[in-house]
């Protein structure tokens, strides 16, 4: 087994060919892809029965995010973006609680290495979801000034 293969099994997702691929894809960004670049990438590609392809494509990133493997983020520019979420940082929901940061120059969203502490929050509330975006102008964009 291939590493991308032992953590898709690990999350409970069988290894198909295009789940590996869009696992992939996502790990080399730098930055959370958008929806329709995702879509660009692997429903276009596939010239042969394309309405199958899109359907597995919706399928898969719906298990993606269902499994824990990957998170949408919504940095506010109206488009649902991706990235995969750190193994290492689940707390005991599951969750992997960490900030983003929205670059208003280049527009790209990076998800933050720091997380996010629970000990502010009351006893006996629980957290299911995180929506915390910072903007401001990225390393990049600053240097370009
Ligand atoms: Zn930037
Ligand atoms: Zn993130």
């Known amino acids: 087994m291939t590493k991308t293969e ?26 959370a892809v958008s929806f329709s670049d995702l879509k660009k990438a692997f429903v276009q590609k596939s010239e042969t029965n394309k309405t199958a392809n899109r359907t597995t494509f919706y399928r898969n990133l719906k298990i993606f995010e269902d499994k824990g493997l990957i998170h949408q983020i919504n ?38 290495p720091n997380k996010i502490s629970k000990e502010s929050l009351p006893n006996d509330y629980e957290i299911n979801n995180v929506n915390l975006v910072l903007k401001g102008v990225c390393e990049k964009c600053r240097q370009k000034y």
């Open 6 to 31: 032992k953590i898709l099994s690990y999350h409970g997702i069988r290894p198909t060919q295009m789940r590996l691929e869009i696992y992939k894809f996502l790990k080399r960004k730098q930055s």
């Open 75 to 112: 940095d506010g520019v109206g488009v649902a973006k991706y990235a995969i979420s750190d193994e290492n940082a689940k707390d005991k929901y599951g969750i992997d609680l960490h900030m983003h940061f929205h670059c208003t120059n280049c527009r790209k969203t990076i998800c933050l």
